[in-house]
């Protein structure tokens, strides 16, 4: 279990959002010579505009980002201190057992030991149950994270005429250069921020 919360650093919130052009949206009227159609598709490509995100920042100052996470891990540390408290109390038992083992029946010992095997299977499976259930939580979490990056980069996008938003990030570093005036990373984190304090409940964990 304690390995759930590892890939927090390793979320790289991969979002390549496509949106449409300006240019493609103004209505251009058709040309009747190849030559006007070229010089049409050139002045489209130079009209394409590609920013990117840093995904590090982003997930190190998206409020929403960091309550999740938050309360992720009050979740991991809740079930690990149930988990260790009844494996303690199971330890307890078996050593109580161990120190009785010579003066009890044979049949008292099989009774003792099949009790402590049940037992012991029934750690093993509140400890995979509770693995389970935090992993989907974190899934359904993060999607939700993913959802509102996602929704809040279309409008973006086609406010600002970008064609495409793609991220970077130096745990994945799929894009190898990126020119720092292509960055757009502080005024979506801004944004996303502002939009998030609006729908935050208002009451605290």
Request: one cysteine or more.
């Given at each position: 279990?304690?390995?759930l ?15 449409s ?12 010579t190849?030559?006007n159609?070229?010089t ?11 920013v ?5 920042s ?20 809740k ?11 199971f ?16 049949s ?5 030991e ?11 499976r509140?400890d995979q ?5 935090i992993a ?48 757009i ?17 208002t009451?605290?964990?």
């Amino acid at each position: 279990m304690n390995k759930l919360l590892s890939n927090f650093a390793k979320v790289a919130l991969g979002l390549i959002i496509v949106a449409s052009a300006s240019s493609c949206n103004q209505g251009t009227k058709p040309t009747s010579t190849k030559a006007n159609d070229s010089t049409s598709v050139g002045s489209q490509q130079t009209e394409e505009k590609i920013v990117y995100i840093n995904s590090d920042s982003l997930s190190e100052k998206y409020e929403y980002f960091k309550d999740i996470r938050a309360k992720l891990e009050s979740k991991v540390k809740k079930a690990q201190s149930d988990l260790q408290s009844k494996g303690q109390a199971f330890q307890r038992e078996v050593a109580d057992y161990q120190q009785k083992a010579a003066t009890m029946s044979a049949s008292d010992r099989q009774a003792t030991e099949e009790k402590l095997a049940r037992k012991q299977d029934e750690l093993g499976r509140l400890d995979q149950n509770a693995s389970s259930a935090i992993a989907q939580d974190e899934a359904t979490e993060f999607n939700n994270v993913y959802n509102s990056i996602t929704e809040y980069l279309k409008k973006h996008a086609a406010d600002n005429g970008y064609t495409l938003v793609l991220t970077y990030s130096k745990s994945n570093p799929t894009v190898l250069f990126a020119d720092s005036k292509l960055e757009i990373t502080n005024e979506v984190i801004d944004a996303l921020n502002k939009e998030y304090k609006t729908k935050k409940p208002t009451e605290k964990k």
